[in-house]
Structures are given as structure tokens and as C-alpha cells.
């Protein structure tokens, strides 16, 4: 059953240099749920660890290997009371926190329960934007008759993350996106935040401009000189003389601060890349180790680009030494692919535009880029003398994919990656 779209009469008219169209009008208030799993990784890890449970847990590096490098993917909120944050260095966080529990990333595990969480926020409404594998937005406008007001939904929404996959939630209702994401964050964990239409403009006044999109240090310290310190401060100036002193992102700002947000919720958008990256537990100058950790890299990649539909029509490198020098080098692939042999032979072709490969390596990183579905690629021209292996390695690539989602990732291992340190494989 598809439920009635929830809106009429959005205006298309574009904000330069921003994706979205603040200073639109809507003709009628919608209904917009934020929803955002609390410490999700870290949660998933004491759901299937539950002597984990009360106690502070940190996914990441193991601290105790490779010197302390790398950083926190993420942590439970008992870990954040030491001073634990999301991507502060391992090292820093075993300083804090020596007597967390340190586990290693586990990214099936997680995609297996984020689809968990996601069939049951379809369960109210099938606009549902992903935005990460964590927390969506949702506009149950059009759904009040089947399940009731936005806060009964939200509230049930809630119970069942929490009473069906024994995980918790945070949740923010407004009017509009940019509204309800700031509301699910202000009372983390369990979170249940409401701002009717009429709130809007005194939920905001008091948050400080930071909370606001696309204020970083830069456009914060400007605005600080201008004496504007929370986000009433922002509303309270005229719109013309803000734009003309941060020129579009001033009236960008003014639109956002007066509660202005008229993007819709779209389901289903399509990722624009796709990519990983390994930090090295001792930093590497053995061209085989680099070569080889690009091969398990391109594995994983295109296993990822294959379980989503994807080809890819590009491919960067991030290649970070030993001193800290960042390279990033970018190629257009002669053809769409899901292949790992292909993403390698690129990767190989990066690496040799790497300025300067004096000092031993440090991090790795591939990304994917120009994705198209599968079924929407361009026509690729078939060899006129050689036989095109392509479909059989496909074919090859996906019974793999079957494999080793029944018996595990590492049931098939490419022979060239048998010798790795099997902790670096998994990275």
C-alpha cells in the first residue's frame, strides 16, 4: 500500500549554492520525524555482548596493538562520560578510558540490524530518507489515519526499536527536516523532542549558532563579530544586510534561523560515493603490503557497489605517510565496474601518481565515484577479437558475494591476501 504524498504546493526555486530551498513557502505544515539510534554501533555491541552492558564500550583500533593508532569509530554513552568521542585518537581515548571495552568495527553486523531498524520505520509511512545507516528522516503527513498523530507514531516507533531489536532511539518531530534533527539530538539518549508549528521560533532562539547548517569555526567567528551569538540573534537582523556581509550563505542562514525549510523528504536517493581506508598498525615500506592491502580494499569495495546494484565509473586513492603528507589522486575508469580486479588496476595506476613515496606508509584509502545502477549504465564496446570475460567475472564475483554471506567473509580469500595479518585483512 503507497500512502498519499504528504504535501502540495512546494515551490522549486533555487537557492544558489545550496541544495535545498529555505525561503520556499509550503502550503501546509507537515509532519517530519528524526529519527537517530543512540551510540548505534556501541549499542549493537552490548545487545550481542550483554556482559558489555553498564560498562563503557569503545569500537575502534585496539589500543594495545600498532602503538595506539587509529580512531574511534564510536562509543556508548558510558565511554563519552570519560571523555570519549567519535573520531578522537585511540590513543587519546585509552589515556581517558583504560578500562573500556575495546572491539574491532564489525560493519555486516551492523548493515544487518541497520535494515532491521529501517523495515521497521517503513512499517509507518514509505518516505523514509536514509541519511546514514543510523538515523532517517520521515514525513508521516499523510499518515495520520492509519496510525495516528506524529507523536503517537514517533512514540510508537520508539517502543518497537526498543521492545522488538532491544535497542533505543532518540526522536525529534517539527515541521520541517532541519527542525527535527536538531530536536532528536538536545536530550540524547532516549530522546523525545516535539516542536509544533507554533514553537517553532522560541525552540530556536536560545541554541547557539552552531547548531545551525554550514556554520563552521570560520562563518561562527564571523558572525560573532557581527555580535550574533545564538540563532533569535540571527532571525532578529534584516535578511539584506546578512546577505551582504556573508553574501549567499548569509541569507541561507537568516532562512534557517527563522525555522525556513521546505526540502522534502526523498526516499530512496541514491549514494554519490562509496568508499574505505586502513590505518596501518606500523607504518608500511614493503610495496607488496601496499599492493596487497589495495587488492583487500577493492575486494571490499566492489562487494559493497555488487549488494547495492552499483557499477562505479571512477576511483580515487587517499595516501597518507608516515609525516603526515596527504595525496589524494583521481582517475574516470574506462568502463562502469563492479569488479575488484578493476578498482585494483586503477588503484595501482593512482599509486604511481603519488608525488613522493620516499617515507613509509601510513593510511589507504579508495573511493568510488560517478555511481550508476547497474541496469542504467551506458553501453560498454565489446572487443572485436577478444573474447569480453566480463559477464563470466561477474558471474564469478557474485556467487562469491552468496558465499560468503552465508558462511562469513572469510570462507573466500583471494590467494593474495592469505599471507596479511588477518586483523589488517578485515580492515
Same mark, same amino acid.
Given at each position: 500500500?503507497?500512502?498519499?504524498?504528504?504535501?502540495?504546493?512546494?515551490?522549486?526555486?533555487?537557492?544558489?549554492?545550496?541544495?535545498?530551498?529555505?525561503?520556499?513557502?509550503?502550503?501546509?505544515?507537515?509532519?517530519?520525524?528524526?529519527?537517530? /539510534?543512540?551510540?548505534?554501533?556501541?549499542?549493537?555491541?552490548?545487545?550481542?555482548?550483554?556482559?558489555?552492558?553498564?560498562?563503557?564500550?569503545?569500537?575502534?583500533?585496539?589500543?594495545?596493538?600498532?602503538?595506539?593508532?587509529?580512531?574511534?569509530?564510536?562509543?556508548?554513552?558510558?565511554?563519552?562520560?570519560?571523555?570519549?568521542?567519535?573520531?578522537?585518537?585511540?590513543?587519546?581515548?585509552?589515556?581517558?578510558?583504560?578500562?573500556? /571495552?575495546?572491539?574491532?568495527?564489525?560493519?555486516?553486523?551492523?548493515?544487518?540490524?541497520?535494515?532491521?531498524?529501517?523495515?521497521?520505520?517503513?512499517?509507518?509511512?514509505?518516505?523514509?530518507?536514509?541519511?546514514?545507516?543510523?538515523?532517517?528522516?520521515?514525513?508521516?503527513?499523510?499518515?495520520?489515519?492509519?496510525?495516528?498523530?506524529?507523536?503517537?507514531?514517533?512514540?510508537?516507533?520508539?517502543?518497537?526499536?526498543?521492545?522488538?531489536?532491544?535497542?533505543?532511539?532518540?526522536?525529534?518531530?517539527?515541521?520541517?527536516?532541519?527542525?527535527?534533527?536538531?530536536?532528536?539530538?538536545?536530550?540524547?539518549?532516549?530522546?523525545?523532542?516535539?516542536?509544533?508549528?507554533?514553537?517553532?521560533?522560541?525552540?530556536?532562539?536560545?541554541?547557539?549558532?552552531?547548531?545551525?547548517?554550514?556554520?563552521?569555526?570560520?562563518?561562527?567567528?564571523?558572525?560573532?563579530?557581527?555580535?550574533?551569538?545564538?540563532?533569535?540573534?540571527?532571525?532578529?537582523?534584516?535578511?539584506?544586510?546578512?546577505?551582504?556581509?556573508?553574501?549567499?550563505?548569509?541569507?541561507?542562514?537568516?532562512?534557517?534561523?527563522?525555522?525556513?525549510?521546505?526540502?522534502?523528504?526523498?526516499?530512496?536517493?541514491?549514494?554519490?560515493?562509496?568508499?574505505?581506508?586502513?590505518?596501518?598498525?606500523?607504518?608500511?615500506?614493503?610495496?607488496?603490503?601496499?599492493?596487497?592491502?589495495?587488492?583487500?580494499?577493492?575486494?571490499?569495495?566492489?562487494?559493497?557497489?555488487?549488494?547495492?546494484?552499483?557499477?562505479?565509473?571512477?576511483?580515487?586513492?587517499?595516501?597518507?605517510?608516515?609525516?603526515?603528507?596527504?595525496?589524494?589522486?583521481?582517475?574516470?575508469?574506462?568502463?562502469?565496474?563492479?569488479?575488484?580486479? =578493476?578498482?585494483?588496476?586503477?588503484?595501482?595506476?593512482?599509486?604511481?601518481?603519488?608525488? =613522493?613515496?620516499?617515507?613509509?606508509?601510513?593510511?589507504?584509502?579508495?573511493?568510488?565515484?560517478?555511481?550508476?545502477?547497474?541496469?542504467?549504465?551506458?553501453?560498454?564496446?565489446?572487443?572485436?577479437?577478444?573474447?569480453?570475460?566480463?559477464?563470466?567475472?561477474?558471474?564469478?564475483?557474485?556467487?562469491?558475494?552468496?558465499?560468503?554471506?552465508?558462511?562469513?567473509?572469510?570462507?573466500?580469500?583471494?590467494?593474495?591476501?592469505?599471507?596479511?595479518?588477518?586483523?589488517?585483512?578485515?580492515?
Amino acid at each position: 500500500m503507497r500512502l498519499l504524498p504528504r504535501c502540495q504546493g512546494l515551490t522549486t526555486r533555487e537557492l544558489p549554492g545550496f541544495p535545498f530551498f529555505p525561503g520556499d513557502r509550503v502550503t501546509q505544515p507537515r509532519s517530519i520525524l528524526h529519527v537517530d /539510534m543512540d551510540a548505534f554501533f556501541a549499542s549493537v555491541e552490548q545487545l550481542d555482548h550483554p556482559e558489555y552492558r553498564g560498562c563503557p564500550v569503545i569500537v575502534g583500533a585496539d589500543p594495545r596493538q600498532g602503538r595506539g593508532r587509529g580512531v574511534v569509530a564510536a562509543c556508548s554513552y558510558e565511554a563519552r562520560g570519560f571523555g570519549v568521542h567519535s573520531a578522537l585518537p585511540i590513543s587519546q581515548a585509552w589515556r581517558r578510558c583504560p578500562h573500556a /571495552m575495546y572491539v574491532r568495527p564489525r560493519g555486516s553486523r551492523y548493515g544487518e540490524v541497520s535494515r532491521q531498524v529501517f523495515e521497521l520505520l517503513g512499517r509507518y509511512t514509505d518516505l523514509v530518507e536514509p541519511l546514514s545507516i543510523d538515523e532517517a528522516f520521515l514525513d508521516v503527513t499523510g499518515s495520520g489515519k492509519l496510525w495516528g498523530d506524529a507523536e503517537s507514531i514517533g512514540r510508537a516507533l520508539q517502543g518497537a526499536i526498543r521492545d522488538e531489536l532491544g535497542l533505543e532511539a532518540s526522536v525529534g518531530i517539527a515541521p520541517n527536516k532541519f527542525v527535527a534533527k536538531i530536536a532528536s539530538d538536545l536530550e540524547k539518549p532516549r530522546g523525545f523532542v516535539v516542536v509544533p508549528p507554533e514553537r517553532v521560533a522560541g525552540f530556536l532562539a536560545p541554541l547557539p549558532i552552531t547548531r545551525l547548517w554550514g556554520v563552521g569555526p570560520k562563518t561562527a567567528e564571523q558572525l560573532r563579530r557581527l555580535g550574533l551569538t545564538t540563532i533569535g540573534a540571527i532571525a532578529a537582523w534584516p535578511a539584506g544586510a546578512l546577505k551582504s556581509r556573508l553574501g549567499e550563505m548569509g541569507e541561507h542562514l537568516w532562512h534557517l534561523a527563522r525555522g525556513e525549510d521546505s526540502r522534502p523528504v526523498v526516499p530512496h536517493s541514491e549514494p554519490k560515493s562509496l568508499g574505505c581506508e586502513t590505518t596501518f598498525d606500523a607504518d608500511q615500506r614493503d610495496p607488496a603490503v601496499v599492493r596487497n592491502t589495495l587488492l583487500a580494499l577493492s575486494d571490499r569495495l566492489a562487494s559493497r557497489l555488487r549488494r547495492r546494484g552499483l557499477l562505479a565509473q571512477g576511483l580515487s586513492l587517499k595516501y597518507r605517510d608516515a609525516g603526515f603528507h596527504t595525496w589524494t589522486r583521481a582517475v574516470r575508469l574506462v568502463e562502469p565496474t563492479e569488479l575488484a580486479e =578493476d578498482l585494483h588496476g586503477a588503484a595501482l595506476e593512482l599509486l604511481e601518481r603519488v608525488p =613522493d613515496r620516499s617515507q613509509a606508509v601510513r593510511l589507504l584509502g579508495l573511493s568510488t565515484t560517478g555511481l550508476v545502477r547497474r541496469a542504467a549504465a551506458p553501453a560498454t564496446q565489446l572487443g572485436l577479437f577478444v573474447a569480453d570475460t566480463r559477464p563470466r567475472r561477474a558471474q564469478l564475483a557474485h556467487s562469491v558475494d552468496a558465499l560468503r554471506e552465508r558462511f562469513g567473509r572469510d570462507a573466500v580469500v583471494r590467494a593474495a591476501l592469505l599471507e596479511m595479518d588477518g586483523d589488517e585483512k578485515k580492515r
